[in-house]
């Protein structure tokens, strides 16, 4: 009986510990796109904790920097891939920027696309859709 306890306690202990490791990683990588490493894992990191509080207190202590710069940073280092070419860039779908050969039928292609249309698109696509390459 004891054993099945002492299991059953750890195994909810472990998954616990776990979810805090993994969340606290999610933390760091977020914080240090918006500090310095500039890669597709920090940056779908980024856009998972981008509220959370933690992450403010991570960029403070990272950077020295007070409550509302660190909050500033942390919008703009979101913002720095918000447009097309940037965010294919970070995805690593494309080295420089988007673009298409010209379709005989005149079709419309991705490129085609206003700002206004690729950020109501960007609402729903996240860094971290973009599967990497193999």
């Known amino acids: ?74 919008e703009s280092s979101l913002r720095s891939f918000s447009e097309m070419d940037d965010f294919m860039r970070l995805a690593g779908v494309v080295k420089h920027g988007v673009s298409c050969h010209k379709r005989d039928d005149g079709q419309k292609q991705l490129v085609d696309l206003g700002r206004d249309c690729w950020l109501y698109l960007r609402r729903f696509l996240k860094v971290s859709d973009i599967l990497d390459p193999m």
Not at 21 to 40: D, Q
Not at 48 to 67: A, G, R, W, Y
Request: proline share 1%.
């Open 1 to 74: 009986m004891y054993t099945l306890w002492y299991k059953h306690r750890c195994g909810d202990t472990f998954t616990i510990a776990d979810a805090v490791r993994r969340n606290n990683s999610l933390v760091t990588r977020a914080a240090n796109f918006a500090t310095a490493t500039r890669n597709k894992h920090c940056g779908a990191a980024l856009e998972l904790v981008h509220f959370n509080p933690v992450l403010v207190e991570k960029v403070q202590e990272l950077k020295s920097l007070d409550e509302v710069e660190a909050a500033a940073l942390i």
